[in-house]
Every structure is written in C-alpha cells, then in structure tokens.
C-alpha cells in the first residue's frame, strides 16, 4: 500500500497545531511566573526618588510580562483557528 | 513587630540592604527566566516561516498568530531589560545606602568624641557651680533613705523596677539606644577632657585613633572606682558538671543554637560531636547576666564579671567557662563554635579573641561585645536588636568584624512592662534566629556555611554550673 506524502497545507496544519500547543503552555509558564516570580514588595521603610524609579520599573515589568501572556494566549488562539481553517477547506 | 533583618559588617545601616540584596537577586532570576522563555519563543517562530504561509495562502489567523507572537518576543525583550535594570538598582541602592550609612556613623562618632571631650572639660566647673545644691540634695536624699527599714527599701526599689517596667519605651528607643553606643564610645574621650590631655592626643590614642583607649579603659575604671568602694571584687570560682546526656541532635542554625543557651540556673553547655574519621568537635553555649548585684552571691554571672570582663580584665564568669571547657576535654586544638548570650556573649568573643582555642565559629545574641578584637578570620554574627540597650553599651565593632544583622522590635505598639528590657529577651532573640535561619542575604548564608560541619557525629550535651567561691567559704 502506498502512503501518500501529506500536502504543504496539511503540514501548515500539523505544524498550527503544535504551535498552538506550544504557545499555550508557554502562555501558562509566563503566567505562572508572574504570579511568583515577581518578588515582593520591598521595605516599608524605603522611600524617596530611588523608590518612586522602583516602582515604576516593577509596574512595567509586570504590564511586559502581561502583555507577553497574552499575545502568547491569543497567538495560539490563531494558531488553533488557522488550523481549523486549514482543516476545512480539506 | 517587623520581620525585617538589617545586614552589615561592623557598622550599622539604617535602611534594610539585606531585603534590597534579595530583591536584586529575585529580579537576576526573574531576568534570566524571561530570557529563557524569549529564547523557547524565538525558536518556535522559526518553525513556521513566510515562504509555508505564503504557499499555501495561509488564513489569516496564521499571519495574525506570526504577529502576536512577534509582539509577545518584544514584551518579554523589555520586561527582560526591566528586570536587570532592577537588580543593578537594587544591587547599587543597597551598596550606597551601606556606604552613606558608615560615613553616618563615622560622623556620629567623631561629633560624640567631641562633645565628650568637652562634656570632660567641663564637668569641674560645672560640679563646683552645682556642688551646694547637689550635696543639700544628696544628704536629704541619703538620709530619707538611711531612715528606712529594710522592707521600705525593698519596697523603694520594687517601685523604681516598677516605674522603669511602666515606663520602658525610652529606654527600648532605637534613637536613645544609639545615643548611649556613641556615649559610651565617648567616654573616653571625656576622660580625656577631664584629664586635660590636648584633643589631638585624646583622638590619636582613643578608638577614633589607634584604640589603646576605649570602651574597655572606661569599664576598667569603673570596676577600680567600684571596687576601691568594696563592690565589684573579682573572687575564685568552682565548676562542676550537673548533667549529661548523650545522642541529642547536632545544633543545625542560629536558632539551634540560641535554644542550647542553658536557662538559669546552668550558666554553660558543651556539646561534644565525635564523628569518625577526625577529632572531636565542641559546641559551647554561654548564658546570660543572671544576677544584677556587684557583691554579696555567689553567681559568677553577675555585674562584676560584666564591668571586670568590658574592663578587658579576668571575669569570674570567663575563668568558670575556661574550667568547664578544660573538664570537657577542649585544649587548644580542639575545634570549638561558642554561641553566647548577653554576657555570656561577651565572654564567648573574649574566648574567641584569646588565641587560646581553636574557635571555627562565633555567634553572639545581644552581647556588648563590640571592643572585642576578634581575630578576622573567624566566622562571627553578631544578633542585636537596634532598640536593645545592652549590646550598645560595648560601643561599636571597632576591632573586629563580624556580620552583625539587626532588628528592630516594637516598631509599632509601645513595648509591653512586664520587663525593663523587653527588646533584650532571650525569646525575642530565638524569632530573630529564626529569621536569620530562613533569610537568604548572601552574607547570612556565607556565615552560615561555614558555621556548619559535614562531618555528623553522636552529640554528648553536658550543663555545668558555676559558683563563687565567697570569703567565708575560702577562710579555714
């Protein structure tokens, strides 16, 4: 019996597929790592013009590694739908 | 009551490094974590080219994926950079902070060596001008009090213990707290005023200087002055061992240890760990100030050891320490980690400082150790409260340097009178060790490290107590 090669469409399939799965766990690491990584709130005690540039850098860690999660989170949504579309159109 | 450790070498800093030290840490993790994921995300991205895309007229959602990816690659690139951005920050605050709080420290030192030498300058004046009144005062006061019975002075005495319990939140000030170590760093100098040696003298021989003066000249004075009056006299001791028990577990950390520190009335505890394949090692545990007399009572831990040991000179409770290490077999090559409380602090740095034993290790909870010249090369931490009066009253770590990490208690009630010297407590000291046992300050951990043994063993634990030996138990 012979096998047929499976067309560049099915490969873009196959390989959405596990980009998708891919994407998605990534997504959960970087979600997890902004739930106990970040470390936690300095010293009560420390404040003034270095604390205020603290503050800010640790807000915009926090809004990158947000953004990360999420374009991972919708970058496998795509994937999955890119798949799907693949899949359809037989 | 903060949980915040302060971390430093000889002298103190006001700002807690060790929590902006572990900070910096977090971040490096959290930086080389992101770096990672980027470096996962980038390869991905590459399994899935333009040209697959484009030969096979890709739906949309695919190229859409493409771009969400490339703007997740950017977001993790600047959340990376923040994160190191954060721990050089941390890392350099911590660093400045250190160094500003030294110069501080410094400076306070000098201003108070200034003002004591002119306080010294100025006291005959000042007690000539206020001689008649304070004689009219001293004669009424000393004949109310000659005038009592014996239970009206106990009372009297029972009611300043009480005042002083009532009214501890001064005294538990780390403000008040810092300025009796810079009073007492100055006293000295005030001598030197008094004594009207020229200023450049007074610094160049006091511990701003060369140290041949300090801390330990002025307690020496003190316990001369005291014992010319018939207190404070230094008298023989006996030691004899009280317990043992064999098979206990070795002490793992700071709180470990500090928990071996004997209750009253044992005032020493030798652990001896005898592994195979190399020599016995000993742990001795050093208690605490158990009477606050300076005559009559035979406990060698009393205020006269205390003034004969900041004095530089033989304490009785020293000489009881150095028989009970001789009983348990301890020479000058027997390792040997000391761990001390308050005076029994002290003791166990003059101990370590006396090149008589082979000491691997050094751990003090309160003790005014600080004019102790410990020799450099062993691991030493220091624990003080910054609102505990009695480690202040050894002035600062001018001849040694151990890792003194400090904490502040009460910060937010006023501190509870059932005691004179709440922040002193043993107990406080054991959440501290506590504190100090989970902290991850590299400066901890290192001293730690070398504070521990591979080599486990059998720990054969023995209590010792101590006694005076009194006049009436010397006469025949």
């Known amino acids: 019996m012979l096998i047929a090669e499976p067309s560049t469409a099915e490969c873009l399939r196959l390989l959405l597929d596990e980009q998708a799965w891919r994407l998605r766990s990534l997504a959960a690491i970087v979600a997890d790592a902004a739930r106990h990584r970040m470390p936690e709130l300095p010293p009560a005690d420390w404040d003034g013009p270095a604390r205020a540039a603290y503050d800010e850098l640790v807000e915009r860690v926090r809004i990158g590694i947000e953004e990360a999660r999420s374009c991972l989170a919708e970058a496998s949504a795509h994937s999955t739908r890119a798949s799907a579309t693949l899949e359809s159109r037989g | ?476």
């Open chain 2, 1 to 476: 009551m903060a949980d915040e450790l302060v971390v430093s070498g000889p002298n103190a800093v006001s700002v807690t490094t060790s929590a902006l030290l572990e900070q910096s840490a977090r971040f490096w993790l959290l930086s080389a974590e992101l770096d990672d994921y980027r470096g996962r995300l980038a390869s991905l991205n590459r399994v899935i080219g333009d040209g697959i895309l484009g030969a096979v007229d890709a739906p949309r959602s695919a190229v859409l994926a493409e771009a969400a990816i490339d703007t997740a690659l950017g977001a993790l690139l600047r959340a990376r950079d923040d994160c190191r951005r954060l721990g050089f920050g941390l890392r350099n605050a911590a660093g400045g902070y250190e160094f500003a709080d030294r110069f501080a420290a410094r400076m306070g030192q000098e201003l108070a060596a200034g003002l004591g030498y002119l306080a010294g300058v100025a006291v005959p004046h000042l007690l000539a001008m206020a001689m008649p009144g304070l004689l009219v005062m001293g004669g009424i006061g000393a004949a109310v009090f000659a005038s009592l019975s014996p239970e009206g002075r106990s009372r009297l005495g029972s009611t300043l213990g009480g005042w002083l319990r009532n009214n501890n939140a001064a005294l538990n000030d780390p403000g008040f707290v810092e300025a009796v170590r810079y009073s007492v760093m100055a006293a000295d100098d005030a001598g030197a005023g008094l004594g009207r040696v020229a200023p450049i003298v007074g610094r160049v021989v006091g511990d701003e200087g060369l140290g041949l003066v300090g801390v330990d000249t002025s307690a020496a004075v003190v316990a001369g002055a005291a014992g010319a009056l018939g207190l404070a006299r230094e008298s023989p001791v006996t030691v004899a061992p009280r317990s043992s028990v064999t098979g206990v577990p070795e002490a793992g950390g700071v709180r470990d240890r500090a928990e071996r520190i004997p209750d009253e009335p044992d005032q020493i505890r030798i652990d001896r760990i005898s592994a195979r394949g190399g020599p016995d090692r000993f742990e001795v545990y050093i208690a605490g100030t158990a009477e606050l007399s300076v005559s009559g009572d035979d406990e060698p831990w009393d205020m006269t050891s205390n003034l004969v040991a900041m004095g530089g000179g033989s304490a009785g409770s020293y000489r009881a320490v150095e028989e009970a290490m001789r009983l348990a077999g301890i020479d000058s090559a027997s390792p040997v980690t000391l761990t001390g409380y308050s005076q029994g602090g002290l003791i166990a740095a003059q101990l370590a400082a006396s090149g008589d034993y082979a000491v691997n290790g050094l751990v003090t909870l309160g003790a005014p150790a600080g004019q102790v010249a410990v020799p450099h090369d062993i691991p030493y931490l220091a624990l003080e409260h910054s609102n505990d009066l009695v480690p202040a009253l050894g002035g600062t770590f001018a001849s040694s340097e151990p890792v003194v990490v400090r904490r502040q208690l009460f910060d937010g009630p006023p501190p509870p009178g059932d005691f004179v010297l709440p922040a002193h407590r043993l107990s406080n000291y054991l959440e501290t060790a506590t504190l100090i046992d989970r902290s991850s300050d590299p400066r901890i951990e290192a001293t730690l490290r070398r504070l521990q043994h591979p080599a486990h063993g059998t720990v054969t634990s023995t209590v010792y107590l101590a006694h005076r030996v009194t006049a009436p138990d010397i006469a025949p």
